[in-house]
């Protein structure tokens, strides 16, 4: 059924409920059958929708309902979401059964920290008196496979058999998945042998799987039989065998030996939807073949294969590192084309490319992206971006990308604050300095200090003259007798200033601060400009409290 068919199919199965609904014609059957169909119409909003519309609470609560909603949101990823809708419906009255335990642990498979979050479900499982059957063991297995458990996997298959479940085929496969973690061949074989010896026969899954424990464990040889026995026995029809192997050969630095494997598999016509070039591609990029990376990405695109963000990576990948801009373009124009949203590879390979290339307001605009679709920005690669950005005249755009460090849910290094002290005041911006120097003077150091502090005198806002320097005086710096003499010019320059000016001078008294005598002879000079007899009475203060100082000193000289 093609997807415009099942689109239709899924809204007749809408209108169709829809209409069981206002006949009253619904129970929990219905119920459990509308739910798992709105999971593969990937409508889980609508089935949540429906599910808190249930007004009768047998059925609202019904193990069978529930199992189908939280199936619906498990298979689509949505683990958190699955765990807060059970907690709800236990409050509600849901008794869990163990296909309620089975649904959520598969969900483990798929998430970070599956494995600690599968002990907790398995923990309260047994509290409710269920007792864990093959399929809940099986689950349990991919769960420790997935997360890079092979002796708790190891352990479960064991204790299963000890509790008298027959293993099959799925948990032969899930131990094996998880034996090829570490590469774990020896393991790995005793158990393709033990599992020959209770009557089983090695299918394609097994077989694939026992073919990645050979790669991850360096055993190319006899990855390399594995592999003819996979296509004498008809498994290796598609790609993923030659995938495993050619990856596991780049990887070990075997490039050549990878190329050979993937030509072998284009001769033989074996059925690809492009995964294979993908791995080459970003194989040749890694060891530096830039031109058979290229050559690569533009069969990939001369073919009909299907496009997903892992490619659209590899292609933006291989085409930045060849310089190709005009394809680069081509393929950022064809993600928006099939929708497909950037990661944060995709900004972090656009970014590196941009500055590269000394792109510095494109680098820019996609690091603002970036930022406004929640992706963790690279500091270091930022910090660098700053620094250029300052250099070529865009303080402004340098600010703006350490603002979005600075309030992204992460702690900077606190060598960055220096950094965009200097950038501002190299690039005029006087106020966002002070801004930047005022929330984190303990950071910077006392020449960055002192250099935003003389331009700040000579060219700042003089209404923030006073507000800087007390700023400062609340580090351990102590401002130098030329910081004031930049000051008292200011404000001798602009009479209508008298007040801040007497202000100033009244402070640094207070403070221990004393003008030289250069600035003394300037500020008496033009005295009847803010009133003699004041000015006089601060600066006979300002000589007594100095005069004091050096005496108090002379002790301890």
């Not at 027959?166 to 034996?179: D, I, Q, R, V």
């Not at 026969?201 to 790669?215: F, Q």
Request: aromatic letters at 10%; charged letters at 25%; glycine letters at 6%.
């Amino acid at each position: 059924m093609n997807g415009c068919l099942l689109t239709q199919f899924f809204h007749v199965l809408q209108q169709l409920f829809d209409w069981m609904q206002k006949c009253d014609n619904v129970n929990v059957a219905s119920y459990s059958t509308f739910f798992k169909f709105m999971g593969k119409s990937h409508n889980l909003v609508k089935a949540l929708q429906v599910y808190n519309d249930i007004g009768d609470e047998c059925t609202r609560y019904n193990a069978s309902v529930c199992n189908a909603l939280l199936g619906c949101f498990v298979r689509h990823g949505k683990f958190e979401t699955s765990i807060n809708l059970f907690e709800q419906m236990k409050k509600g009255g849901l008794t869990p059964d163990i296909v309620t335990y089975s649904t959520l642990l598969s969900g483990c498979t798929k998430i970070k920290d599956g494995y600690s979050k599968s002990l907790k479900l398995m923990e309260e499982l047994k509290s409710n008196g269920l007792h864990m059957d093959s399929v809940i063991y099986g689950t349990v297995l991919a769960v420790c496979a997935s997360n890079n458990h092979s002796k708790e996997a190891e352990n479960f298959f064991q204790q299963m058999v000890v509790e008298g479940c027959e293993p099959n085929l799925f948990h032969y496969s899930s131990l094996l998945n998880a034996y090829s973690v570490d590469g774990d061949y020896a393991k790995a074989e005793k158990l393709v042998k033990d599992m020959k010896s209770s009557g089983i026969e090695p299918n394609k899954v097994i077989l694939t799987t026992l073919l990645k424990v050979y790669v991850r464990g360096g055993l190319f040889e006899k990855s390399r039989e594995l592999l003819v026995k996979l296509g004498t026995l008809g498994h290796a029809e598609e790609e993923m065998p030659f995938c495993i192997l050619m990856d596991g050969l780049a990887k070990a630095g075997q490039i050549d030996e990878a190329k050979v494997i993937f030509q072998d598999m284009k001769m033989k016509g074996v059925k690809s939807d492009g995964y294979s070039h993908s791995i080459m591609i970003s194989a040749c990029c890694r060891h530096g073949l830039i031109e058979d990376a290229k050559q690569l990405a533009e069969e990939f695109e001369g073919n009909n294969y299907k496009y997903d963000l892992v490619m659209m990576n590899t292609l933006l990948r291989t085409y930045c590192q060849a310089g190709e801009m005009e394809h680069v373009m081509k393929v950022l124009r064809k993600m928006d084309e099939l929708a497909i949203s950037p990661d944060w590879n995709t900004f972090q390979i656009l970014i590196k490319y941009f500055y590269k290339k000394k792109m510095y307001s494109l680098a820019f605009r996609t690091v603002e992206d970036m930022h406004k679709k929640g992706h963790q920005l690279d500091e270091e690669l930022c910090s660098s971006l700053m620094i250029r950005l300052g250099q070529n005249g865009a303080a402004s755009e340098a600010f703006s990308v350490y603002n979005m460090l600075r309030y992204s849910k992460r702690t900077i290094s606190k060598a960055l604050h220096e950094k965009m002290l200097n950038i501002l005041v190299s690039g005029g911006l006087l106020k966002d300095a002070y801004v930047t120097m005022k929330d984190n003077i303990e950071y910077i150091s006392s020449p960055s200090l002192e250099r935003f502090l003389n331009s700040f005198m000579r060219s700042g806002n003089i209404n923030l003259i006073n507000d800087v320097l007390k700023a400062c005086n609340k580090s351990s710096y102590r401002i130098n007798q030329n910081v004031f003499s930049l000051a008292v010019s200011r404000y001798v320059a602009e009479p209508e200033k008298k007040e801040l000016l007497l202000h100033l001078l009244q402070w640094m008294t207070g403070q221990g601060y004393c003008v030289d005598s250069s600035t003394r002879n300037h500020i008496l000079k033009n005295s009847h400009l803010f009133g003699r007899h004041l000015i006089a009475d601060i600066l006979s203060k300002q000589f007594a409290m100095s005069r004091k100082l050096q005496t108090q000193k002379v002790p301890g000289s």
